[in-house]
Nanobody, 124 residues
């Protein structure tokens, strides 16, 4: 079962903005937190931000805090990642995934299958 599908990537210049969308299956959206992750070329996949669809608890990692905003649309069962002030280091394939909760110090572990992701490229 496909639980999450990403969209909205593209190519922008330094300082530009993009908004990613993660369409979530209704059952998953109703019961689980969703996290955004990214994998830069030659690097391991890392968490970026996460949000719980029920209580709205959210978390940002230092690399994106103050520049990215995660939000949800309950009616559309969609989680968004608004990315502002983009830097070359933000270049990566971005994924969303179901996670097993949100802790005080970070997002929980992802579970289920990964979607294809969406490419974000930031250039000068």
């Amino acid at each position: 079962e496909v639980q999450t599908v990403e969209s909205g990537g593209g190519s922008v210049q330094i300082g530009g903005s993009l908004r990613l969308a993660c369409a979530v299956s209704p059952l998953t959206f109703a019961h689980h937190a969703i996290g955004w992750f990214r994998r830069a070329p030659g690097k391991a996949r890392e968490p970026v931000a996460c949000i719980h669809s029920i209580d709205g608890i959210l978390y940002y990692y230092d690399s994106v805090a103050g520049r990215f905003t995660i939000s949800r649309d309950n009616a559309k069962k969609t989680v968004y990642l608004q990315m502002n002030s983009l830097k070359p280091d933000d270049t990566a394939v971005y994924y969303c995934a179901t996670i097993n909760g949100i802790m005080v110090d970070g997002c929980g572990n992802p579970f289920g299958s990964w979607g294809p992701g969406t490419q974000v490229t930031v250039s000068s």
